[in-house]
């Protein structure tokens, strides 16, 4: 079956690699805003997706961009990273990053980012921050 540490941390270096934004293939206790961590989400692993054997991993991006208060600049920089807004000082989009190497350097059979949500305050490890999830599907053997 599919390593999970290794397409997590596979999927944290595209990010990264595309992004400039720190991101983490593994939770921490403490993260520096602006970053990204890697998550597990419900449900895990959706066995027998294809006729092969190939797996559906979901996973969560946690997009944490600030521990202040959302004033402008913060919430432009978390548009340009969910890719609604463009922003070049900033970098480019999760998602769009996550589609320019969508087998994770052939790590898995396909990365699709799902969808956007929980936009404002999240909380990760005890604080509360600024940010948003990203859903993604991996597929993978």
Same mark, same amino acid.
């Given at each position: 079956?599919a390593?999970?540490?290794a397409?997590?941390?596979a999927?944290?270096?595209s990010?990264?690699r595309?992004?400039g934004?720190?991101?983490?293939?593994?939770?921490?206790?403490?993260?520096?805003?602006p970053?990204?961590?890697?998550l597990p989400?419900?449900p895990?692993?959706n066995?027998?997706?294809?006729?092969?054997?190939?797996?559906d991993?979901?996973?969560?991006v946690?997009?944490?961009?600030?521990?202040?208060a959302p *004033?402008? +600049?913060?919430?432009?920089?978390?548009?340009? %990273?969910? =890719? /609604?807004d463009?922003n070049p @000082?900033?970098?480019s989009? $999760?998602?769009e990053a996550i589609?320019?190497?969508?087998t994770l350097?052939g790590?898995?059979?396909?990365?699709?980012? *799902?969808s +956007?949500?929980?936009?404002g305050?999240?909380e %990760?490890? =005890? /604080?509360t921050y600024?940010? @948003?999830?990203?859903?993604v $599907?991996i597929?993978?053997?």
């Open positions: 079956m390593d999970l540490v397409i997590r941390n999927l944290a270096a990010i990264t595309y992004t934004l720190r991101t983490d293939g593994q939770a921490r206790d403490q993260v520096t805003p970053c990204a961590v890697v989400r419900e895990l692993i066995y027998a997706s294809t006729m092969d054997g190939t797996v991993i979901n996973l969560m946690l997009l944490i961009i600030s521990d202040a *004033v402008d +600049a913060t919430q432009r920089a978390l548009d340009t %990273y969910l =890719g /609604v463009q @000082a900033i970098g989009s $999760v998602p589609e320019e190497d969508n350097g790590t898995v059979h396909y990365t699709q980012a *799902v +956007a949500g929980s936009y305050r999240i %990760y490890s =005890g /604080v600024f940010g @948003a999830r990203i859903s $599907v597929g993978a053997i």
